[in-house]
């Protein structure tokens, strides 16, 4: 009598197993669907948070300034003006303006500035930089190494700005950057300049509050 076993009697081979399908929607439970919404409500707050800092304006970008901290420039400035070897200025721009910052630094090429930065009742934002810096200098500063086209002179009260980029310049550099030498009575003058997404009337209101005070 044969040993071997017969064919006919051995266990089905069990198919091999497939990756796990996915279940059916039908078949999620509640508390999956609660997960799901709870993620997605998170998402639309956190987005809708960023949106409220800052808005989109034909003429340029806007911040929400009650979001932005306040900084007394006028003392900032005084606390500054004996540690850098330039005059410095005291702006006197419009009581609804809001200064956020104001620091100084060295400037590449030789030189330093102090940077005032300000906000208007519309949210634009400008910033004023007065240095003892060449007008290249002073350029490089905001425009890096990207070439600014000159636009020519704009006359604020009988001081003679520069303007460079803007009005949809070709490049990164789209705001506009005023930069004029600013006498100083007896002592040295200045060089000052002028950026950001303010209008055309922002820039005069900083460019006539940042030349007519007497230095501190």
């Known amino acids: 009598m044969s040993s071997e076993p017969d064919p006919t009697t051995r266990p089905p081979t069990r198919p091999a197993a497939g990756p796990p399908s996915k279940p059916p929607r039908s078949a999620m439970t509640l508390r999956d669907m609660l997960a799901a ?3 997605l409500v ?19 970008p ?18 500054l003006a004996p540690l850098v070897p330039l005059p410095v200025r005291i702006p006197a721009v419009p009581p609804d303006w809001r200064a956020n910052s104001v620091d100084q630094d060295l400037v590449a090429g030789g030189g330093r500035a102090v940077r005032t930065g300000y906000v208007t ?12 810096a060449s007008e290249p200098a002073l350029l490089a500063v905001e425009a890096g190494r990207e070439p600014v086209p000159g636009r020519g002179p704009v006359d604020v009260d009988g001081q003679q ?14 705001e506009p950057i005023w930069i004029a ?24 209101t900083l460019a006539r509050a940042a030349t007519t005070p007497e230095p501190t």
């Open 121 to 132: 009742p519309e949210g634009r934002y400008l910033r004023l930089l007065q240095s003892d």
């Open 181 to 204: 030498q600013v006498a100083t009575p007896n002592g040295p003058s200045v060089r000052m300049l002028i950026t950001g997404s303010g209008t055309d009337d922002d820039f005069r």
């Open 42 to 60: 998170l998402v639309v707050l956190a987005v809708g948070g960023v949106s409220r800092a800052c808005s989109f304006a034909p003429t340029g």
């Open 37 to 39: 919404l709870g993620v």
């Open 161 to 174: 700005w520069v303007v460079y980029g803007g009005q949809g310049t070709a490049g990164a550099r789209n």
């Open 62 to 79: 806007t911040v929400d300034s009650s979001r932005l901290p306040v900084v007394d420039a006028p003392a900032e400035l005084r606390r």
